[in-house]
């Protein structure tokens, strides 16, 4: 008997959207015209829903529509139906010859402009349908966006666990610290911990895995990290580096690019700290996609290699 009732009131897929689209909206003209239906069919559809599941998922008040706590479960939950539905839909149309020939990826600005200029050539040739729609972001915020479903895919450091994505590892990359070439630590070319203890610790702001590792290397061996100095860019970093404001990490693919013998900044490693992070893709867990994914994972380890980058 149960069966057969959830099979008669199972929603429609244009009823999850249309539901989305009021809850982020709040007001039915505007939900309406986003899924390009007139008004009276988009309440009609919603309030079939609601009678349907037998719940109110919304309260209408004066100029404003808000989902009811009992709506924003199911809004979530149309969210994720609606998500793996895409997801049929692009493996169904593109399959995997040309990696379902569109991904909006989401890339780590310390990471993606160093490491994409030398796949992107290699992956065109070889999959010319391909589009990839890239978004430079914190990591972060990529995460937020892959788990919202906004972004197929991000690339860049592997993501806290816990967290409900996939991490596929690529490479492993060291981080250097940078310090002026005039500063006492710079000539012995590595650099224990322990005597960075009062030096001034320069960062990318929140959000970016640098600055969780800045905070870990300063909270190890008592440096003073600049909150009120953070840099917005690994380019800004640099800059303040030379003008003496302080040290700072930087990660390799980076510091190759833009580093220079003439530079009159030293990169030192660390001894006795984890200088290094590990890079690699993800993606929403269950995401009918994943196939193709991997097999991006799979075409960049080719350019890891070319690059000198270790797989651990």
């Known amino acids: 008997m149960s069966e057969t009732i959830a099979m008669v009131f199972r929603p429609t897929h244009r009823q999850l959207e249309y539901a989305v689209a009021l809850a982020e909206a709040g007001h039915f003209g505007a939900a309406a015209r986003r899924c390009h239906v007139s008004q009276p069919t988009l309440s009609v559809q919603i309030a079939q829903l609601e009678a349907q599941l037998g719940a109110t998922l919304f309260d209408r008040t004066p100029g404003r529509v808000v989902p009811t706590p009992v709506g924003a479960q199911v809004v979530e939950a149309a969210r994720a139906v609606l998500l793996t539905l895409d997801d049929i839909v692009a493996t169904a149309a593109s399959g995997t010859r040309n990696l379902g020939g569109l991904i909006r990826l989401g890339v780590a600005p310390t990471f993606g402009p160093y490491f994409l200029p030398n796949l992107l050539p290699a992956l065109h040739a070889k999959y010319p349908a391909l589009q990839i729609y890239i978004k430079e972001e914190r990591p972060a915020v990529i995460l937020r966006d892959v788990i919202a479903g906004t972004l197929d895919c991000g690339l860049g450091p592997a993501p806290d666990s816990g967290h409900a994505v996939t991490f596929r590892h690529l490479c492993r990359e060291t981080i250097f610290l940078g310090v002026p070439k005039d500063h006492p630590l710079a000539a012995a070319g590595h650099v224990d911990p322990s005597a960075l203890r009062g030096e001034r610790l320069l960062t990318l702001g ?35 580096v030379l003008m003496g404001m302080g040290l700072s990490l930087f990660p390799e693919l980076y510091a190759r690019s833009e580093f220079r013998v003439e530079d009159d900044i030293a990169l030192l490693t660390l001894d006795g700290w984890p200088a290094s992070r590990d890079m690699g893709y993800f993606w929403r867990a269950g995401n009918g996609r994943a196939r193709q994914f991997e097999q991006l994972a799979g075409e960049s380890e080719a350019t890891c290699t070319a690059l000198g980058l270790p797989a651990r």
């Open 206 to 240: 929140r959000g970016h895995h640098l600055f969780e590792r800045a905070r870990e290397l300063a909270a190890a061996c008592g440096a003073d990290m600049r909150e009120d100095y953070e840099g917005t860019s690994l380019d800004a970093l640099r800059q303040m």
